[in-house]
Structures are given as structure tokens and as C-alpha cells.
């Protein structure tokens, strides 16, 4: 395996050219319906693709803003190569709504829109190339002429005009500078401006192999193998931005194409995966996977993110997939950031590579921490506070993360906590996440009305972060210090929605 | 807009109790309105919890190819139909 990126290689490196893809010419990035697809046909695709981006952008370099729409992952991938590979930058916008994505345009005036048809229909504000390839033969053509002399300079890309296409050997390497800005992923806030995090290509190089090390344990398990992941999360967040986009373009790992949501289209895709394989998907999806009567093929690991997972929960899909399961724990600035098989351990356990520094002045709720890395440019706050039990060994000190993630929106539970009791009537509030990502809320508030109380919250809080349910109670289950536990809230919440679905 | 059939209103009722759809009468859902791009705004989260209880309750799979859950039921009246069409054997005799 390859040696951790250290701060030395990162200065001395700053301009070289580091190739896209870091695979065996004949590896598989990704299966499609056809068959695998290696990493030379990969790359001849990409070199397509970013010649006709840069006939778009102009030959001039500079900072070229691209909003990747594609719904399949395989163009989805192609496209966020392809983009960096043309000297452009990624923007990964938090969700596709309208207004998320009408607040990038304004913001990047100089974005376009790459697709795969599936905005079709929708009012696109700026510029869109549809990057499917059976959509643009004729433009194919067209760009191979627009770009006969291509500047290397800016985007580090030296590549021929249309290198034979079946002479595999001699496709050139779509490559950027490690300091080339290749993608920009935002953290939104419940209110406010998005905070746009800039990740330059040996950033996103550094934090793979990071992610590599971390997740894959090839050397002990699979002897080098390829492994093969089927994710049902969407490429675009950090999450499945790194395992199933990333992954595949840096590791031993081939991409499943499909995005399958229902378990039994889930295990029928999981089949069709050659072994050794990966579920990567989240406590949600997990949820519905154990609770159906769908048979389920057996995987070598699963990954789990985005939302709380019990125990409960990783000890069946355990034996349901009869496979590890690893939950990651990870913040939008950096990525995944600790791992943990929460079936048996209650500790996260570090990345190697990354590192931990407590905030100077704790929290109500205990020490805060910042995760570093040489391949970092800030290091930023993890929003839970923890408690170190070994060098890179902690648990999560509060009853649950204050802040949550939902739609690619990330909000507070303090905060909401305080809107609601804000609202006319409640006396007494607690708010939490479940594991289908969503929020929840039990009010005590004897004389309030449900329709004032989500009438406050609409006012303050985006629609992702009202409660569903809102339940009404006499009085939440306080501790003597007036602390809640997770345990009791999570058994209030049980019974109010056993009572309510029994009337 | 065409009044629901008693199924469609059975099934009305499930997605209003399933999703915790508190601010919605089943009756209000239209046969023919979007679930997912109409006035209930429904997304993937919510489509995994249905897919869930009308497993349970009528022993019938949910699928769609693609991820794209418009085609297989985009609507109360084609979700209706999908499980009266494939609907099994009740619960308690279905193999586990």
C-alpha cells in the first residue's frame, strides 16, 4: 500500500501532474449494464469529455465553475474527472433544489451545467452540456477540431488530439496539478450563506489514500483483489463522493453503476456484483433492507453513514449481510474522519493520517476538537464533542451530536430545541434524528397548538428540519440534574407513536 | 379530480400514518397527484418507509429499475393499482 501523503510531498509536488486515474490500465473503475468498464477506456472517455468542456470554457485557463447534475454515476464520475481533467473546478452543491442551485449561479457567475438528460424539462439558469455520449456524436466531432493546440500550462493537462481509440497503450492520462482547485463542497447552515470548502487535486489525492487505508484493509483481506461497492447513496455528498466516485479512481475498488432504493432492487444489483463486495449505504436504507422479507446476498463489508445507527440495527444488518458493518463518522469540510464496526465497539477509532486537537475552551457539553491533516487547508471543528479514551480511540461524549445533516443541510438540535421552545405554549422540548435521517420532536405544551408550534418553526427553520412527528407529551423524562437520555427520550418517542397509531 | 376508490383510500391512509403525514388527510391525496413532485413533495426516505409497510401489510415488493421511483408509482391511483396486481397471500400465511 502506499506510504500516508506526508507535508514534503505536498510542497515539493505542488505543480506536478498527477494522472486522474491510479489504477492498471486493464482494472475496472465501474461496471456498467455492458460489462466493466477498465481504467484505459475510462480515461478515453474522460479525455472525450474534457476536450469538449474545454472548447466550452475557452482555451483560456482560469477558474471555470461546473455544477455536476448527472443522475447515473457513471457519467456523474466521468463528469467530475473530466471537469478537473479540463481545468475547471467541481462545484458539489448540498442538494439540487431550485434554490440551492440558483444561489450557486449567483455566487459563480462563470458556472455551467454538466448533465445526463435527466434535468430535461427542468429551467436550467446557465449554460448546460449534457455529457452522455450517444447525445453528442456530432459535437464529438466538432470539438476534436475546436481544440487542435491545447494549452498545458493552467489545468496541467497535456494531452494529443484523439488519440487512436483503439490503441489503448497510447491513450494519454488525463492528469492535473496537485494544486489545481478541483472541487468545492458546501456546508449549509439552517440559515445563511453556504461555507464553501476548496479541495485542490492532492487534497482530494492525500484524503483518498487516507480513505483507502482506513476502509478497504485489502492487504488482510482480499490479498489485493478489487472490490467492488454498490452504493445507494447519491454521488455527490462527501460520503458517496468518496466511496463510490474517489474510491474507484485511486484504489482497488470498482463502482457498481445504479443508485437502487428499494431492497429488493438493492439485493438484485448486490448479486449481479462480483465477490469480494461492498454495501455502501446508510441506516435508512438499512432499515428497510432488514425489515423487508427480501432475501439478501451475503457481502464482505458495509458501510454506513449520514445518520445514527443503534446497535440494534448494525447487529442485524451483520447478520443479514453476514459481513462486517463499518459506520463512518465524518464532517462536510473533510470527509469521513473516523470509523468504527458499531456492532461490537462503542470507540471511533481515527483515520491514520488524520489528527485530533482540543478546542482550548470546552463546551457545556464537554471538549470540542479540530481534525487536521498535512493535505488540509483549515482544520476544522467537529461539531460533537468527544471524549479522547486512547490515542485516536473516543466516543462521542454528548447524548447525540448537536448537529445533524438532512438533505444535505446541516442544522443544529440546540437550536431548532430552541425554536420550539420559542413557539406558543411549550414548556418543555427535546429534538432528535432518527435513523431515517429525519428530525423528531416531543413538546410538552398543554394548552399549544400543533399548527402554531410548526407555524414558528417554519418561520425559522428550513422545511428539511421540521419534526415528523411533532408529539405532544405531559412531561419529558428528565433526570434529577434535568439531563435527558438518549435512551429515555428514544422509549418516550416509542410509546407516544404506539399510542397514536393505536387511536 | 376523481374521487378515490375505497383500495386507493386504504392505501391513502397507510402513506398518511406510515410518513407521519400529520397536516394531511387521506382523502386529500388526489389519485392522480405526484407523490413525490406533487403536493405531498415526498422523497426517497419517505418511498423506502412505504415501500416497507406495503410489504408488510400486503405482501408485495416495491421496485423500480432505476432509482427513479416515478415510473413504478409516481401516483396514489398507480400504487393502488401496482398492489392490487401483485399483491400475495396475507401475512400471516406468506413465507418468511
Known sequence: ?503 | MSAQTPFQHEVATLIVETLNLEDVAPDAIAPQDGLFDGELALDSVDALELALAVSQRYTVQLKAEERSTREAFSTLESLAAFIEAHRGAAPEAAVG
Not at chain 1, 472548447?55 to 471555470?64: F, W
Not at chain 1, 473546478?89 to 454538466?114: H, K, M, S
Not at chain 1, 456546508?187 to 492532492?202: D, I, Q, R, Y
Open chain 1, 1 to 503: 500500500m502506499s506510504p500516508l501523503p506526508s507535508p514534503e510531498t505536498r510542497r515539493t509536488n505542488a505543480g506536478e501532474l498527477v494522472p486522474l486515474f491510479d489504477r492498471a490500465p486493464g482494472d475496472a473503475v465501474l461496471i456498467e449494464a455492458a460489462g466493466p468498464v477498465s481504467r484505459v477506456r475510462i480515461e478515453q472517455r474522460v479525455n472525450r469529455l474534457a476536450a469538449r468542456l474545454r472548447a466550452h470554457a475557452g482555451s483560456a485557463p482560469g477558474m471555470r465553475h461546473a455544477l455536476n447534475l448527472c443522475d447515473d454515476r457513471r457519467h456523474f464520475l466521468t463528469a467530475f474527472a473530466a471537469v478537473i481533467a479540463a481545468g475547471c473546478v467541481n462545484l458539489l452543491p448540498p442538494n439540487r433544489q431550485r434554490d440551492t442551485v440558483a444561489g450557486l449561479v449567483e455566487r459563480y457567475p462563470d458556472v455551467f451545467i454538466v448533465h445526463d438528460g435527466s434535468v430535461t424539462g427542468m429551467e436550467l439558469p446557465c449554460a448546460a452540456i449534457n455529457v452522455r455520449p450517444a447525445a453528442n456524436q456530432a459535437s464529438d466531432q466538432t470539438s476534436g477540431q475546436a481544440f487542435g493546440q491545447v494549452s498545458g500550462e493552467a489545468s496541467g493537462e497535456a494531452i494529443e488530439p484523439t488519440a487512436g481509440r483503439g490503441d489503448d497503450a497510447r491513450t494519454p492520462r488525463p492528469a492535473a496539478r496537485r494544486d489545481a482547485l478541483a472541487a468545492v463542497s458546501f456546508t449549509s447552515g439552517s440559515t445563511g450563506v453556504p461555507g464553501a470548502n476548496p479541495k485542490s487535486w492532492g487534497a482530494l489525492i492525500d484524503g483518498t489514500a487516507i480513505n483507502a487505508r482506513a476502509m478497504l484493509d485489502l492487504a488482510s483481506e482480499h490479498d489485493g483483489g478489487t472490490l467492488t461497492v454498490l452504493a445507494t447513496v447519491p454521488p455527490q455528498h462527501m460520503y458517496g463522493l468518496e466511496l463510490s466516485v474517489l474510491l474507484p479512481m485511486r484504489a482497488p475498488v470498482c463502482v457498481a453503476n445504479g443508485q437502487p432504493l428499494y431492497p429488493a432492487d438493492v439485493a438484485a444489483a448486490l448479486e449481479r456484483c462480483p465477490r469480494p463486495r461492498a454495501l455502501v449505504t446508510t441506516p435508512a436504507h438499512l432499515r428497510a433492507l432488514i425489515g423487508s422479507t427480501v432475501p439478501l446476498p451475503p457481502v464482505e463489508r458495509v458501510f454506513s453513514a449520514t445518520a445514527p445507527l443503534s446497535i440494534a440495527l448494525a447487529r442485524d444488518s451483520e447478520r443479514a449481510f453476514k459481513a462486517s458493518l463499518i459506520e463512518i463518522y465524518g464532517c462536510s469540510e473533510v470527509g469521513s474522519v473516523a470509523r468504527r464496526r458499531s456492532a461490537h465497539d462503542e470507540l471511533w477509532q481515527v483515520f491514520d493520517g488524520l489528527s485530533l486537537a482540543p478546542l482550548p475552551t470546552p463546551s457545556p457539553d464537554g471538549i470540542s476538537y479540530r481534525v487536521s491533516a498535512p493535505h488540509l487547508r483549515t482544520a476544522p471543528e467537529l461539531q460533537d464533542t468527544l471524549e479522547i479514551v486512547a490515542p485516536g480511540h473516543f466516543r462521542l461524549a454528548g447524548r447525540q451530536g448537536d448537529l445533524l445533516n438532512i438533505a444535505g443541510k446541516r442544522g443544529s438540535l440546540a437550536e431548532i430545541t430552541r425554536h420550539l421552545l420559542q413557539a406558543p405554549g411549550v414548556l418543555d422540548a427535546v429534538a432528535f434524528q432518527i435513523e431515517q435521517g429525519r428530525l423528531v420532536a416531543i413538546v410538552v405544551a398543554p394548552d399549544g397548538h400543533r399548527d402554531a408550534i410548526l407555524g414558528t418553526l417554519r418561520a425559522h427553520l428550513d422545511p428539511v428540519f421540521l419534526p415528523r412527528p411533532l408529539l405532544f407529551t405531559d412531561r419529558l423524562p428528565r433526570q434529577p440534574s434535568s439531563k435527558l437520555l438518549a435512551g429515555d427520550v428514544r422509549a418516550l418517542y416509542e410509546q407516544l407513536l404506539g399510542a397514536r397509531n393505536r387511536a
